[in-house]
């Protein structure tokens, strides 16, 4: 039996959102004691962002991996793989780590890589492309956020 792509994207989107979710400790004293910028969300702002935002990449990979040659699917698996493993690591260097600059080049890296998986995915389904538009955008604010709280701190 084969397992339909929106499983498999589901699970893998639902294992990087865990991961970053077990490793986030905004409550801890060392997150607390930070200086940061006066325009950083409430904590809770977090939470509501990331749902959708965890939801549409689960959907442009379904889109993404049901179109295109077999080698277009596979090239976008495995950008899509690695860029679940940035996203979730990224809340391991900062948090865990306690590590903001190093977070700081662990996003950088996200960037691009969440840039050349939305350009994969909108050259293989336009749909796909434009649902990971919101996720580019919120950690493209995500960088400015690290990089404010590196230069308060």
Do not use: C, H
């Given at each position: 039996?084969?397992?339909?792509?929106?499983?498999?994207?589901?699970?893998?989107?639902?294992?990087?959102?865990?991961?970053?979710?077990?490793?986030?400790?905004?409550?801890?004293?060392?997150?607390?004691a930070l200086r940061k910028p006066p325009w950083q969300p409430p904590p809770a702002a977090f939470p509501a962002v990331w749902t959708p935002l965890y939801a549409l990449i689960a959907v442009a990979g379904t889109?993404?991996?049901?179109?295109?040659?077999?080698?277009?699917?596979?090239?976008?698996?495995?950008?899509?793989?690695?860029?679940?493993?940035?996203?979730?690591?990224?809340?391991?260097?900062?948090?865990?780590?306690?590590?903001?600059?190093?977070?700081?080049?662990?996003?950088?890296?996200?960037?691009?890589?969440?840039?050349?998986?939305?350009?994969?995915?909108?050259?293989?389904?336009?749909?796909?492309?434009?649902?990971?538009?919101?996720?580019?955008?919120?950690?493209?604010?995500?960088?400015?956020?690290?990089?404010?709280?590196?230069?308060?701190?």
């Amino acid at each position: 039996m084969t397992v339909p792509t929106w499983v498999k994207t589901s699970a893998a989107v639902v294992v990087a959102a865990g991961a970053g979710s077990i490793a986030t400790e905004p409550g801890s004293r060392w997150y607390r004691a930070l200086r940061k910028p006066p325009w950083q969300p409430p904590p809770a702002a977090f939470p509501a962002v990331w749902t959708p935002l965890y939801a549409l990449i689960a959907v442009a990979g379904t889109r993404a991996l049901n179109r295109g040659d077999a080698d277009d699917r596979r090239a976008f698996a495995r950008s899509y793989a690695i860029n679940l493993g940035l996203n979730a690591a990224w809340t391991a260097v900062f948090f865990r780590a306690k590590r903001p600059r190093a977070a700081l080049a662990e996003i950088a890296v996200l960037n691009v890589s969440n840039l050349l998986l939305l350009r994969r995915a909108a050259r293989t389904d336009r749909l796909a492309g434009a649902a990971l538009a919101p996720y580019v955008a919120w950690t493209i604010f995500a960088t400015a956020l690290n990089a404010a709280i590196v230069r308060r701190n």
